[in-house]
Structure formats: C-alpha cells, structure tokens
C-alpha cells in the first residue's frame, strides 16, 4: 500500500476523514420526475419479494426490483442529453472509472432557497462563492447545496402547482460559466433534476442538462446530505451502474469529509 | 310495506363472525343459461325452435316435443303469483340460518309456471307481480316475484337484500379516486348512502383537478394507495382492509397506442402494470379478508367492481395496448370471481365503452361522462347483475360480439 492510501485508511480509522453518505434511501416512496403524461416515463423504484423464508424461497429472503435509469439518488452521463450523443465515451460503461472520485465545491444556496423556491444560481452568486472559498478548480464536481432534501414529503418535495414544478436550479450563464471557464467535471443538486424546476422555460430548455452533458460533463441529483460538506476539501465517489450504454443509474453517492470541516 | 332499511346497529365484538355459506349452487350445463342471461340483467328462458314452447325449468330438450333446438329468449317479466308458503326449515346451512322464506308459483303470460321468492311487499296471491331473474350469493340465477309497482327493489326486503350488493350503509373503497371517473365514483357511493367511502390516491404530488374537494365530503377519507406499488397496497389493505365491504377498482392507465404507433414496451407495460398486475395486487391483499367478511352481518363484505372497458372483449387497434391490458383484467377477473364465489361476494366488471376524458379526446361522441360510469356501478350494485356495459358503444359491440365475436374483430380492423 502506497503512502497516500496507507494514511487515507488510517484517516478514515481515526476519525481525521468521516464518510457522509449523500445518497436518498431507495424506495417506493421517493418521488421520480414527472413529465408530461403523453411522453414516456421514468418508472418509479419498486420492489417486489421473491422470497422471504417462505414456500417460495425457504432460507432466505431477496427482492426483483425495477426503476428507471433516473430514479433516486442518480448520474447523469453525458448520454443522457442530445446535446452529448455523439461524444465519444460518454455512457456509464465507457465513462473513465477516475471520473468517479473527485473533489468538490459546495456552494449554500440554502437560505436563497428557502425563500424563493425558483430561486436560481448566477454567475455573480458562483463568483462572490469563489471570493470566498477560491476559484473553482478544473475537473471538481460543483454541488448546490439548497437543503431541499430536508423537504421528506413528497409533495413539498417536487412542489408542483398548476404552472409546473417550482425547486432551484442554475441559470444558462452560471452554466455555461462552469463549463466554459471552469471546466467542472459536473454538477450536483438535492432536487429531482440538476436543471431548476421551471427549466423548460428557459433560453435553452434546461440548459445544465444541455451544456454540461454537451461537454462530456456529467450530473448528479437528489443528493442529500450536502449541509455536513466543507465548501471545499471534500472528496466525491459518485460511480453509477455499468449498464451497457446506460445513460446514468441510481448509484450510492459519498463524500470524504475531513475532519477540521 | 317492508320497512326502510335502518342503520344497522355495530357489530358485537364478543360475538363470533359468521361464517359465508352459499344456498345451493348445483345447476346442470342447460340451467346455467338462466345464470349467464341473469348476470347480464336480462331474464330468459329457453323456447323451442320447434314447436315454440317456452320452457321452464331448463332442460335438454323441449318437454313438448323433444326437439334439442331451445334458444334462450328473453321473456316479459309481468307474471300471475298463484300461491305462496312460507319455508320454516331446510337442511341447507344458508336457508336454516336465514329461515323462513317466502316463496311461491308464478304463471308467466308465455306459459309456465315457475317458483319464486316472493319480496316482503308482494301482495298474496292472487295478484299480478313483477318477474325478475336475480343472482344469490352463489351467483347463480333465481326468480323473485316483487310487486308489480315497478319502483319495488330487491334491496328493499331485508332478506333478499343479500342478493345485491347495495351501498347504503356499507363502507367503500375506490381505489383510484384522483381520475375524474374514480371522482365521480367517490361521490355516487356516498349518493348511494355509504357510510364511508375511502379515496385511494397515488402520487400526492400531482395535484389533480377536484380531488382536492373531495376532502370537504364528510363521508370521504383519503387513503394513499398506488396499484403499481405492492407496498402501498399491502399497506392500505393492512390499515382498512378488515373494513371494506365493497371495492371499487378505478384504477386506469390509458395510452392510445397501437403495435406501431409506439416503438419499444414501456408504455403497454406500464398500463398492464396499472390494469392487470394492479387488479392482481389489491386482489391478493384485500379479497383475502373480504372473503371471510362475507357474511359479517347486515353490512357484510359484498362486491368487488373493476373499471375494465369493452375493449376488453375485441381489441380496439387506435387503443391495442391499452385493449391488450384490458383483456388481461378481464381474465383475471374471472379468476377472482371463481375464487371468490364460496365467500359469497360477487365481482362485478364494467365494460363502458369510451368515456369522455383525456385518452379519448380523438374520438368522436357518443362517449360517457365519468358521472354515468359512476350511475352505471351504483345501479349495478343496488341491482343483481354482474357484467354491466354502460353506454350506446358498450350496448352495440356487446350485441356484435355476442352475434359473431370474428365479425367483430374484423369489423374493427377496418
């Protein structure tokens, strides 16, 4: 064992690196994105017993269970959108397996959002972070932190009225902004979509699924847990399903957290 | 007069529950016609193509002539009540504990002379009755005599009560209340006089139109249940299921699609999901508990209604998934009903053609409003029928399949 993982083991025995788990419990319950009822549909989580040491299976118990690429805690990858079709390795069998440990910068967008559920990130509100904490670097994930996992139910939770579904998001600029003249590996959000919920509204239709999978970047929402993340100095391990041209999975999303955070 | 049907007093919890037997159900293949024509609501008895002899009860062959070409024909129900007795014992379980009947010999203006349950109201004899084929507990076919009236129901008599499945004090679940047929449903059931109607709903989040108001109903309960989770169900049934005495299956998933309007299966299976696999859920659930409920007092378990569709019967290419699921329901509402049929609780399917809602929005009238669906299940729950097709569209393909199912299938190919 190198140095480098010699001390991370020992880090993560001592406490100097605690691992928080940003992944939403997979279940039946948890809400999948609603679209349209004419297009096709994301299938909810569902679980259905095989057997449970019974007649049907007598010394153990184990489910079949079925969801969409999209349900729960999941990754988007560059697949996902029209814009990042023709990129070369861009579904979750072909992503480069170091994409799937980085760093990452949380910007607390909590207070904004508790307050104007449409509230959206801009490139002044990413800068002023970046006065703050340092400038965002190449190949880090961006994570939204708005609290909106604390929201358990599932109504307050997608928070839909009869104009769509109001939870925060990034604007086109800040978008382009990462992508562009940041060159983040993706963005995460605790909402249902990395795009805000009014997002088909904007110049262009949900602009972080076009920009970032248009770039190779990928997404990751429903996170949760992102309040007991340093803004910077935490490591993400965000490695989705190897579903054969799969474009994302639910996937068990942590976080390396040092101590002094 | 036979009393109004009070509210019946609560169930004493130190006594036993009674246990669901069925009056005699034995019937030879030619008597079943009676049943087949009964579950429909029709009353017909077999007349001889030969020698035109109305014949009852039914046999073989003519009792006249002996020819074998009897064809099940419907008859008036005006009839002559011409004596009565009252049945004070029976070695049947059924009969015994519900002892004594009031029966009697009924002549039909076509000829014969049958046996009859006589309603609480009818007048002794002589007097001109009403004639109508019912379903019993066994869900087989017996004639009762009502007063000729015409306004006379079944459920007005508190013994023959027990061969409908009327709503009036009983509690309710309507499975999917958030459609606006499973709204109307909601709210014919407590038209209808049920004590409680519980409405299931899936997906909180989408909020739609109306089901809100649903809440301001007193005897309304809203209930999460969603027919594509086994979780949700086995949760609801664990919560009221030992509660509900007549299950109304809305439940729905609607896509027009046929076999090449649509690439890939994700939406045929989601509505097989919905309309067959869900029916099996809530069948595994809750008829469990239904069963032995049976024959729990004056507001016992007593109907279980699925929403299929008359696509159910011949494919309808524009809609061929949504028919593919249907047909499916409908298969595996027979199952339930077989397995049911001990218990006493009738499963009651609907075949309404189109209803005018979203699904059908292509389709040219006639189509039926969701409140005459709902009219449509609260008249066949107040009456003693157990396959309904409401509506003009339902009517006519019911008599073309009947007539030439092949005819049918190619007709609506074309």
């Known amino acids: 064992m190198t140095a480098a993982l010699t001390a991370l083991i020992g880090a993560l025995a001592s406490g100097d690196v605690r691992i928080v788990d940003l992944t939403q419990v997979l279940s039946p319950d948890f809400p999948q994105i609603t679209l349209p009822p004419e297009l096709g549909q994301c299938r909810p989580f569902r679980l259905e017993t095989v057997s449970e040491y019974d007649e049907r299976g007598g010394g153990w118990y184990w489910n079949n269970f079925s969801c969409g690429e999209h349900t729960g805690t999941h990754f988007d990858a560059p697949i996902h959108w029209i814009s990042g079709r023709d990129l070369p390795n861009n579904s979750t069998d072909t992503l480069p397996v170091r994409d799937f440990v980085a760093p990452a910068c949380v910007v607390d967008c909590s207070a904004e959002a508790a307050k104007d559920a449409d509230f959206l990130l801009t490139v002044d509100f990413l800068k002023a972070w970046e006065a703050r904490h340092g400038r965002i670097p190449a190949g880090s994930w961006v994570l939204m932190r708005t609290d909106w996992s604390k929201h358990t139910d599932p109504v307050a939770y997608q928070n839909f009225d009869e104009e769509g579904q109001h939870t925060p998001g990034p604007d086109p600029d800040a978008v382009r902004f990462l992508v562009k003249e940041r060159d983040v590996l993706g963005f995460g959000t605790e909402t249902i979509g990395t795009d805000a919920g009014q997002a088909a509204h904007f110049k262009p239709p949900y602009p972080c699924h076009t920009y970032m999978h248009g770039a190779g970047k990928y997404g990751l929402q429903c996170l949760t847990n992102l309040d007991q993340l340093p803004p910077t100095g935490a490591v993400v391990i965000a490695a989705p399903l190897k579903i054969e041209r799969g474009s994302g999975s639910p996937l068990r999303a942590l976080a390396l957290v040092p101590k002094a955070a | ?414």
């Open chain 2, 1 to 414: 007069m036979s009393e109004p049907l009070q509210r019946p007093k609560r169930k004493n919890p130190i006594l036993a529950t009674r246990l669901p037997k069925e009056p005699p159900s034995a019937r030879s293949r030619a008597a079943l016609g009676l049943t087949s024509a009964a579950a429909y609501g029709r009353f017909e008895l077999q007349v001889c193509a030969a020698c035109g002899t109305v014949q009852y009860p039914p046999r073989e062959a003519c009792h006249q002539c002996l020819s074998t070409a009897l064809v099940w024909t419907p008859q008036s129900d005006s009839g002559e009540l011409l004596t009565e007795t009252l049945v004070r014992h029976s070695m049947e379980l059924f009969f015994r504990e519900r002892a004594p009947w009031r029966v009697g010999m009924v002549r039909l203006p076509s000829g014969p002379t049958v046996i009859a349950y006589l309603h609480a109201d009818c007048p002794p004899p002589p007097a001109a009755v009403r004639i109508e084929a019912a379903l019993d507990r066994a869900g087989q076919a017996v004639l009762v005599a009502l007063p000729a009236d015409g306004r006379t129901r079944l459920a007005d008599d508190p013994k023959l009560r027990d061969m409908t499945c009327d709503p009036r004090f009983r509690k309710v679940l309507v499975t999917d209340a958030k459609s606006p047929v499973g709204q109307a449903v909601v709210k014919a059931a407590v038209a209808a006089g049920a004590d409680l109607v519980w409405a299931g709903y899936a997906e909180a989040w989408k909020k739609t139109p109306g089901f809100e108001d649903l809440k301001d109903i007193p005897q309304v309960a809203l209930i999460p249940l969603d027919v594509t989770d086994s979780r949700s169900v086995h949760e609801a049934a664990g919560e009221i299921g030992f509660k509900v005495d007549i299950l109304i299956n809305t439940a729905d998933y609607h896509r027009t699609y046929g076999i090449f309007d649509r690439p890939g299966v994700e939406t045929a299976q989601a509505e097989m999901e919905v309309n067959c696999i869900g029916l099996l859920r809530l069948a595994q659930e809750f008829a469990p508990v239904m069963r032995a409920r049976g024959a729990d007092g004056p507001s016992s378990a007593v109907a279980w209604v699925n929403l299929l569709s008359i696509y159910a019967l011949s494919n309808f290419p524009p809609h061929g998934t949504y028919s593919a699921s249907k047909a499916a329901a409908l298969s595996l509402s027979q199952n339930l009903r077989a397995e049911m049929r001990k218990s006493g609780v009738r499963v009651i399917n609907l075949f309404p053609g189109p209803i005018d809602d979203e699904w059908n929005q292509m389709l040219l009238p006639p189509k039926l409003a969701p409140a005459a669906v709902a009219s449509a299940i609260m008249g066949a729950l107040q009456g003693s029928v157990e396959d309904v097709f409401p509506g003009d569209v339902a009517q006519e393909w019911l008599a073309r399949w009947r007539e030439n199912p092949k005819g049918l299938e190619r007709e609506l190919s074309m």
